[in-house]
């Protein structure tokens, strides 16, 4: 930028040599000046040399075509200028005055057709969005967190950062639907990316959301909730097998013995362990198979159970049915 502003202001001293005292010259040497401050400044004080370039250019566009030099080079810097003046502010930890000044840099960069500096800005407003988004966030302010989350993706849609941003937000606000929608979308999106940072965020947070759910049902004796809840936790962790036995007990308290049955043997297949460990997961399913009056499948669970804490019962009940 040091070049564009030495040759102009080289030219433009070579064009005041001309002028005369009039108030029309004095108009053009404000303009001149003004510019040539912009010029001299703009390293040490960006905010100061744009507000110089700004009057430049509204001086020159009111001369008409005596301006006409002055207001081209001027709308070829602005944009610039902006952008400088943003990262000045970002360096002064001014997040919001940041991105204002990046905005403006989009805004007249468009206007004064400077692509280069449109495809920074382009590259640099998503990521300061996102912060923002995390301070607003931190502040306990989650709609705001929200806006700024959605004008990321807007401008990088796969920003996955932003997705998680507000499904997490959205819990805040207790809004449990947005929230399943945000973090399906971190998920897939982040899949899709090889964001799997994200994703196992988004997949952690979710299991986690639905187990206190289902926590809070069970104290509350709402039998049907928690299974409810824990088929929920299931579709982010599907491999679980802490949630399949408290599906297998809870659908065993519910008096729904199939579904008892079909969750334990899943259990089964997913717990690594002694078989003291896996007798748990045999009782119950021996149980279930026991009130669905099959004898044959009830004993041979409970011969399953017969270790540990749960030896005793499974001797008593296997002496009950008269096991063979």
């Known amino acids: ?57 509204k001086m020159a566009e009111e001369l008409g075509e005596e ?11 602005i944009p610039t200028l ?36 449109k495809s920074r800005v382009e590259k640099t407003l998503p990521k300061l969005y996102n912060v923002m988004g995390n301070n607003k966030f931190k502040e306990n302010k989650y709609d705001e ?34 929230m399943i929608e945000y973090l399906d979308l ?7 990316n090889n964001d799997l ?8 947070k979710g299991k986690a959301y639905f187990l206190k759910k289902a926590d809070e049902a069970r104290n509350a004796n709402k039998f049907s909730d928690v299974v409810k809840h824990l088929d929920n936790a299931l579709k982010y962790d599907g491999d679980n097998y802490d949630i ?5 007990i809870n659908y065993s308290k519910l008096e729904r013995w199939n579904d008892a049955i079909n969750y334990g043997n899943k259990a089964l297949e997913l717990v690594k362990g002694t078989a003291e460990e896996k007798a748990e997961i045999y009782f119950l399913i021996a149980t279930a198979y026991q009130k ?22 499974a001797d008593y009940q296997i002496q009950q049915l008269k096991c063979q």
Do not use: H, W
């Open 244 to 248: 399949y036995r408290l599906m297998t």
């Open 145 to 178: 967190a929200i806006a700024n989350y959605e004008k990321a993706i807007k401008l990088n849609p796969a920003l996955i950062d932003s997705y998680l941003g507000i499904a997490l937000a959205y819990e805040k606000l207790d809004n449990e639907d947005k």
């Open 1 to 57: 930028m040091k070049g564009k502003f030495l040759s102009l202001v080289l030219l433009l001293g070579i064009l005041s040599l001309g002028i005369t005292g009039t108030s029309r010259g004095q108009s053009i040497n404000d303009a001149i000046q003004a510019y040539n401050n912009a010029a001299t400044t703009y390293k040490q004080n960006p905010e100061g040399a744009l507000k110089e370039m700004l009057s430049a250019l």
């Open 82 to 117: 902006y952008l400088d003046l943003a990262m000045a502010k970002y360096k002064a930890n001014d997040l919001q005055a940041t991105l204002d000044n990046l905005e403006k840099a989009e805004e007249t960069a468009e206007k004064y057709n400077d692509g280069k500096v």
């Open 292 to 313: 669905l009056n099959k004898v044959s499948d009830a004993c041979q669970a409970y011969k399953n159970a017969a270790f540990g804490t749960f030896k005793p019962n």
């Open 186 to 192: 971190t998920i897939d999106l982040g899949a899709k």
């Open 197 to 204: 940072a994200n994703v196992e965020k988004a997949k952690t």
């Open 67 to 77: 301006g006409a030099e002055i207001k081209q080079k001027a709308e070829e810097l």
